[in-house]
C-alpha cells in the first residue's frame, strides 16, 4: 500500500522557535510538495521539490524553507514560527513526467504557534 | 499564470440525488491535467477522478464523472446518486508539464437523508 507519513498529526510551538515538518514517502517518487491548508484558501503551495537536492517556490514560500537530501524525504523548515503559520500542512508525492498521476498525501499536520 | 476557481463554498443535496460541483481554470499551455479530490472530516486527500486535456471523452470513475467543456474551461465534477458518505470538502486541480498541482478553494458538499 503507498504511504507518504508526515511526523507529527498535531504540533504545538512557540513563536520563534524554528519547526521541521518531514515527510517520507515509499513509492520512490521524484515529486515532493509541501502545501498549507487554511480555511476559505484552499490548499497553497509552499514548496516542491522534483529530484534530490532541487526545489522550486511555490505561491507562499516566504517564512519557510525545504530541504532534499534523500529521495524519500522532504522537510518543511519554519525559521522562525509565528502566530500566521498556524495551520494544516499536507505534504505530497507523485511520479515524475507523467501528467496523468495523481498525487499522494500524507495526513496532514495541524500546527499551533503560540 | 494557472489558476482554479471553485465559485461554491457551499452545496447541499438529498441522498440518493445527482450534484454538480464547479471548476473553471485558466491557463495558456495546451497540455494539462484536471484532477478531483475528496476531503473528508477525517483530513486525508482522496484522489477521484482526472481528465486529461487532449482526452476526448469525459471521464468517469463509478459514480463520479467530469464533465469537461475544453472551449468554456470548465471541469465539473458530478456525482450520481448522492450518499451520505460524500459528505466532504472537494478540490480541483490542474497540473501542467514540469509543475505542481494547482488547487482552487473547495466546495463542502453535505448530504442529508
Known amino acids: 500500500d503507498v504511504k507518504v507519513t508526515q511526523s507529527s498529526r498535531y504540533l504545538v510551538k512557540r513563536t520563534g522557535e524554528k519547526v521541521f515538518l518531514e515527510c517520507v514517502q515509499d513509492m520512490d517518487h521524484e515529486n515532493m510538495f509541501w502545501y498549507r491548508q487554511d480555511p476559505g484558501l484552499g490548499l497553497r503551495l509552499i514548496y516542491f521539490?522534483?529530484?534530490?537536492?532541487?526545489?522550486e517556490k511555490g505561491d507562499i514560500p516566504e517564512g519557510y524553507s525545504v530541504s532534499r537530501e534523500k529521495k524519500e524525504r522532504f522537510s518543511l523548515i519554519l525559521e522562525s514560527a509565528s502566530t500566521n503559520q498556524t495551520s494544516m500542512y499536507l505534504c505530497?508525492?507523485?511520479?515524475?513526467?507523467?501528467?496523468?498521476?495523481?498525487?499522494?498525501f500524507g495526513q496532514g499536520t495541524r500546527l499551533t504557534v503560540v | 499564470a494557472q489558476k482554479i476557481t471553485q465559485t461554491q463554498p457551499g452545496m447541499f443535496v438529498q441522498e440518493k440525488e445527482a450534484v454538480t460541483l464547479d471548476c473553471t481554470y485558466d491557463t495558456s499551455d495546451p497540455s494539462y491535467g484536471l484532477f478531483w479530490y475528496k476531503q473528508p472530516s477525517s483530513g486525508e486527500m482522496i484522489f477521484l477522478i482526472y481528465q486529461g486535456s487532449y482526452d476526448q471523452q469525459n471521464a468517469t470513475e463509478g459514480r463520479y464523472s467530469l464533465n469537461f467543456q475544453k472551449a468554456r474551461k470548465s471541469a465539473n465534477l458530478v456525482i450520481s446518486a448522492s450518499q451520505l458518505g460524500d459528505s466532504a470538502m472537494y478540490f480541483c486541480?490542474?497540473?501542467?508539464?514540469?509543475?505542481?498541482?494547482?488547487f482552487g478553494k473547495g466546495t463542502t458538499l453535505s448530504v442529508s437523508s
Open positions: 505530497a508525492s507523485s511520479l515524475r513526467g507523467r501528467m496523468n498521476t495523481e498525487a499522494f
Open positions: 521539490s522534483y529530484d534530490v537536492k532541487m526545489k
Open positions: 486541480a490542474m497540473r501542467q508539464a514540469g509543475t505542481a498541482l494547482i
